[in-house]
């Protein structure tokens, strides 16, 4: 196997497990809940605890990546992840879960700072296929993650969750450990005015605001979805409503893989978006049964757009700035994962959780004014192509 191949495979591996790792804090809500004595308010904080360090790391790491040595920061961020899962299953306090939690993001956030950067130069002739297959992977462990909870508590109790997905980044550990990182020398470091030039071209612009409000409607689906049905359902059915809204990533990110060389990239966003609305106000207008999990496919199929097709848009804009690039689209992503499911915690604490639901269908609505206004605003619905800023 060559380097390339590798690297790809070690880092779609670690992909799926940070998926699976994401797609567990929603599903093991009520088991928090019921094991430390906490509030709606208080599991609302799991979100931001899980994102806060991601965000950092991740925004630090990717601009940074033209100077670090990337090989170090993926072996130190996949070893922290597993260390710090085994911390969660530990924990004596809720507090000090959170604290691990943190540790976890930061952890991940470190990896994913510099693993697209790693994929766009190994393949730079089809960066946005593979930024959409790496975009599925994702998708395949996010509906492997509410499953995976079900069936270790029905044999034990939550703390087993994490560490059984800390197994799942070993073989990530033992290949960055092992192979050597081929020439990263083609990625630009970032200087203070090349960084504000990038922030002012409109197609970046567009993307960091789209990338903020996908990560806000996904943040709240992953976090409260399964909460939310437990109103309808019991444990493992709720979990099963979680994973009809991934499972939906897995299709429609195949057919977005396909499409995104064919079809410019903000008339595709457009396209997908705009039935996720209404399937959101379905799903959360007090419906049960085939409706709902309906809905949910349909909002998840949608929704799943967002992340792939934004992230190669800004890159293709200016591909020799893929580090800060992918730190400033996840960032923005991470930021709405994080900032989101707090609010509908809040909000469920005055008025209900299914009231407080709505909140993710007005963003929807936002996310799609976003993209249409990024279009009139750059002119076209393809990624603009301008000479790169220079250092």
Do not use: K
Not at 116 to 139: E, F, I, K, P, Q
Request: hydrophobic share 60%.
């Amino acid at each position: 196997m060559d380097r390339a191949r590798g690297w790809t495979i070690a880092i779609f591996l670690f992909v799926f497990g940070d998926a699976v790792a994401m797609q567990a804090r929603g599903p093991i809500l009520s088991e928090l809940e019921a094991g430390f004595g906490v509030s709606e308010g208080a599991l609302g904080l799991v979100a931001p605890a899980g994102t806060a360090g991601f965000v950092v790391a991740v925004v630090a790491t990717g601009l940074l990546a033209g100077r670090l040595r990337m090989r170090r920061t993926l072996v130190v961020g996949v070893v922290g992840v597993a260390c710090a899962l085994v911390a969660m299953a530990a924990a004596p306090l809720y507090a000090v879960f959170l604290l691990a939690l943190l540790a976890q993001g930061a952890a991940a956030g470190a990896f994913r700072g510099v693993d697209r950067v790693v994929l766009s130069h190994l393949h730079a002739a089809r960066r946005g296929r593979v930024y959409t297959a790496y975009a599925l992977v994702w998708a395949v462990g996010a509906v492997a993650g509410p499953q995976l909870v079900s069936a270790v508590l029905s044999v034990a109790d939550w703390r087993a969750v994490f560490v059984v997905i800390a197994l799942c980044f070993v073989p990530t550990a033992v290949a960055a450990g092992r192979l050597e990182l081929p020439s990263m020398s083609a990625e630009r470091s970032l200087s203070r005015s090349a960084l504000a030039d990038l922030l002012r071209r409109p197609s970046v612009v567009g993307a960091c605001v789209g990338m903020l409000l996908v990560g806000a409607v996904e943040g709240i689906m992953f976090t409260w979805l399964a909460y939310y049905a437990g109103e309808f359902y019991a444990t493992a059915t709720a979990n099963l409503l979680l994973s009809t809204y991934l499972l939906a990533y897995i299709p429609a990110r195949f057919g977005y893989t396909l499409a995104v060389d064919r079809v410019p990239s903000l008339a595709l966003l457009f396209v997908a978006v705009l039935p996720a609305i209404p399937a959101l106000a379905v799903a959360f207008s007090g419906q049960a049964g085939p409706v709902l999990f309906l809905a949910v496919f349909v909002a998840g199929a949608g929704l799943s757009s967002g992340f792939p097709i934004l992230a190669a848009y800004a890159v293709e804009a200016a591909p020799s700035y893929t580090g800060p690039l992918n730190a400033l689209t996840t960032g923005a992503t991470y930021a709405g994962i994080a900032i989101a499911p707090a609010a509908v915690g809040a909000l469920a604490e005055l008025y209900g959780i299914g009231r407080a639901l709505w909140l993710a269908v007005a963003i929807a609505g936002a996310l799609l004014v976003t993209i249409g206004a990024t279009w009139l605003w750059t002119g076209t619905a393809a990624a603009p192509t301008v000479a790169t800023a220079s250092d």
